[in-house]
């Protein structure tokens, strides 16, 4: 029988909806969430990420501020200008866009950010927190794969999960919200030796990887969860994950897609993140 669709677009509209409602509930009570991006340089890929964010806030009654720095922009700049908008009452969460130019440390930058402001959860105050059990935020895409496991009542506690991939962004945070819900978590990542067989054994596989056609049919367990972070071109120049997905389609038990998948989640949950932060900061909560 051919997989579930985990349908990421419908989940993350439902979402929104919600979040939406909340804000104007805040909004009544003389409260507007404000998120602030800051973008430096003019990388294409990042334009696209920015606009979406914007649209999305706009659509949920966020109050949302682009600033654009040039490409020459020195870290010590970005860093004053980080410094103001953690005292700017109008803003609420900070998000720096990512990639940097090279002369800017982005570690460095973060560090500067106000983690009651850090929507994006960097922060190494708010990594700890998550680690520990006791999170303020939830960095956007891991949250966005766990609500959408929840949505469609996949059950973590107790199952093999895998997440391949071990970034900052994605791997570590996942796996340590897996861990927390009780998963029996691997991270695989470059250096992993017989991956394909550990693979084989999740009841859950998340891959973070980054390579088209990097997950192939054999290496899922018959009826697994399969959620598909990457977002690749293909060979064809269209947008795909890491899963062969016709592969994937006739093992799995649910399957994301990319388009439609994971990443409209990663945006709803930065408008959550804001939501909570104007909420925490406004003294709502
Ligand atoms: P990184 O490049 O930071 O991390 C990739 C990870 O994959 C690393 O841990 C790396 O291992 C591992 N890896 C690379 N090659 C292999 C291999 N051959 N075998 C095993 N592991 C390997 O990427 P990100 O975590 O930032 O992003 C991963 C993917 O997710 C990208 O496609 C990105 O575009 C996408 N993404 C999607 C989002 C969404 O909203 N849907 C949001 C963020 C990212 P090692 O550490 O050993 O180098």
Redesign the pocket.
């Known amino acids: 029988m051919a997989a579930v669709i985990i349908d990421g677009k419908q989940t993350a509209a439902e979402l929104r909806a919600r979040i939406a409602k909340e804000c104007t509930a805040l909004r009544r009570s003389g409260v507007l969430p404000g998120l602030c991006v800051v973008v430096v340089g003019d990388d294409p890929a990042s334009a696209v990420y920015v606009r979406n964010k914007h649209r999305a806030c706009e659509e949920a009654g966020i109050y949302s501020e682009i600033i654009s720095l040039p490409a020459v922009t020195t870290q010590q700049a970005l860093c004053t200008l980080i410094r103001q908008l953690n005292e700017a009452p109008q803003i609420h969460g900070i998000l720096v866009q990512l990639p940097l130019p090279p002369q800017i440390n982005p570690s460095a930058v973060i560090a500067v950010i106000d983690p009651r402001k850090d929507v994006d959860c960097f922060h190494a105050q708010n990594v700890g927190l998550l680690y520990l059990g006791t999170p303020r935020f939830s960095p ?2 891991p949250a ?1 794969v766990i609500a959408l496991l929840e949505e469609y009542g996949i059950a973590i506690a107790g199952k093999e999960c895998v997440v ?4 900052n ?3 570590k945070p996942l796996a340590a919200m897996l861990l927390a819900r009780d998963g029996t978590v691997s991270i ?5 030796q017989g ?1 394909r067989e550990i693979c084989a054994r999740a009841d859950i596989l998340i891959s ?4 088209a056609g ?1 997950v192939r049919g054999d290496m899922i367990k018959p009826g697994a969860a399969v959620i598909d ?4 071109r293909g060979a064809d120049g269209k947008l795909c994950g ?1 899963v062969v997905f016709s592969e994937a389609l006739a093992r799995a038990g649910h399957l994301t897609p990319v388009p439609g998948g ?2 409209p ?2 945006i709803a949950m930065l408008l959550q993140n804001t939501l909570t932060a104007a909420k925490l900061l406004s003294g709502a909560f």
């Open positions: 956007c895409t966005g391949l991939g071990r970034s962004i994605v791997g695989c990542h470059s250096k992993t991956l973070a990887v980054g390579h990097f972070v990457g977002i690749n890491d994971v990443g989640m990663t």
